[in-house]
């Protein structure tokens, strides 16, 4: 950008600078703060109660309604989720906001929304682990519709909604996710938590296993799937080129994995979240 005289860069890691020409006086820069983490607390063994439940530990996360936040740092330090929270009490969600940038973790590991957390609209298949610091506040958006905004954003393949407090009636969930809004729905208890995952792909996808499409080199997709549609995701950076006999895609198990000039990556097929990348040039 160039404005005042002046040329402002913005890197892709997230650094700004600024170039003018020589002035007098000394360069101004700005410094993360350096915050020491929260003292232990009940946040601190709550979350580590969450994960270990879920056993989710990496993905998104999102924190429906806050008290204090606390939870929301905890999630953040002792795993590698990028959290999101969502609350309509501006003063919780700006104090929050102030402490994770703080401590270097708002943008990069967490965010903190404002808007009602029973029925913010997230896009669909988001979420690996769906939570709340305040649980009995969600109650007043009825059970059905509160299960539906959870399950709606909840990722295939094992996203997970815990739940604990007096939402967390096992049979009354059971009887909510009967029915064929619920696709691949299940529920388990864990402990003082009750869990509803979302297994297996969604009804009518299918993989692109193999170069001719399946095993038996049908030359057509048994995807299902039809509109409405939307994209879900984009990542420009991470576009492929067609180098002759150089790049292969394959969907397989909710991932998208690209091999391209020797180098073999996956992403989340949901989200775009980019999940492990091996370079084979030597191997």
Request: net charge negative; hydrophobic share 45%.
């Amino acid at each position: 950008l160039a404005a005042g005289r002046k040329l402002l860069v913005v890197t892709a890691e997230g650094t700004i600078l600024a170039f003018a020409e020589p002035a007098a006086g000394s360069v101004t820069r700005h410094v993360a703060a350096d915050s020491p983490a929260p003292p232990a607390d009940e946040w601190t063994e709550k979350a580590a109660a969450v994960l270990d439940a879920t056993g989710v530990r990496d993905g998104y996360a999102l924190v429906l309604g806050l008290e204090s936040g606390r939870l929301v740092e905890e999630l953040v330090r002792q795993s590698s989720l990028h959290v999101i929270a969502v609350d309509d009490g501006r003063a919780k969600v700006a104090a929050l906001r102030r402490r994770l940038d703080a401590a270097g973790l708002y943008g990069t590991r967490a965010s903190v929304l404002d808007g009602d957390p029973a029925a913010y609209p997230f896009p669909p298949y988001l979420a690996s682990l769906v939570v709340s610091e305040t649980p009995d506040d969600l109650e007043q958006a009825g059970g059905r519709a509160l299960a539906g905004a959870v399950f709606h954003a909840l990722r295939p393949y094992g996203g997970v909604a815990c739940v604990w407090g007096s939402p967390a009636d096992r049979e009354a969930i059971e009887r909510i996710v009967r029915d064929d809004a619920f696709p691949g729905a299940n529920v388990r208890q864990a402990g003082e938590f009750v869990l509803l995952a979302r297994s297996g792909p969604l009804p009518g996808a299918a993989d692109w296993s193999h170069a001719e499409a399946d095993a038996g080199c049908s030359g057509a997709s048994a995807d299902e799937l039809r509109s409405p549609a939307a994209v879900l995701w984009f990542g420009a950076s991470e576009r492929w080129h067609k180098y002759p006999g150089q790049n292969q895609v394959r969907i397989s198990g909710g991932r998208l994995v690209i091999y391209e000039q020797s180098l073999l990556r996956a992403a989340d097929v949901y989200t775009g979240r980019k999940l492990w990348a091996v370079d084979l040039a030597d191997k």
